[in-house]
């Protein structure tokens, strides 16, 4: 791979969890830095304050296990996927921007938190998930059911239109009870990635 350092010999590194896609990082490294990490399989920058090279992990055991590297388009900066062990700031959070390493499954994450919101306040007037959730796991698990029913019937049919209609449906009421029995999307990419073994 093809890097250029600059003048001090150093070249930014983004680190970024392999799994949530969170960014965790920046350092820098150098190009004896760069060999040691694909040497080792641990991420190894070159401290710029300690004017060393430095194993993310050394003394903590909080260590950045290398699961990719790329190149940009200027070949001047780096992409690191990684499998972090424990908090990746020396400050002790997930990420040195202070955000929690956790998967984002996009607006599924946001249609989560409104369903949990929406159940929190209880308010059945204004709120469909409020008014299901009132009748009971039953009510919830009959309408995935019923969603589910009307998704295959419509797969059987020419209308993508109704498909992707119904499939939505469904999505959003196995949300619903997800939220029900406890669960989030979070626990099903869990398990999902323990099959995948």
Known sequence: ??????????????????????????????????????????????????????????????????????????????????????PTCHKGTDTCWGEENQSNFGFFSTLEQVIAERVANKDTNKSYVASLFEKGINKIAQKVGEEAVETVIE????NDELFLYEASDLMFHYLMLLKAKGFTLKDIEKELKGRHK
């Open 155 to 158: 797969a059987l049919d020419d």
């Open 1 to 86: 791979m093809k890097i250029k350092y600059d003048k001090q010999g150093l070249a930014p590194v983004i680190i970024q969890d392999a799994t949530t896609k969170k960014v965790l990082m920046l350092g820098y490294m150098n190009e004896e830095a760069y060999n040691k990490t694909l040497e080792t399989k641990l991420v190894t920058f070159f401290s710029r304050s300690k004017q060393r090279l430095w194993t993310k992990g050394e003394e903590s055991g909080n260590f950045l296990n290398l699961i990719n590297i790329k190149n940009d388009c200027d070949n001047d900066t780096l992409l690191i996927q990684v499998n972090p062990v424990g």
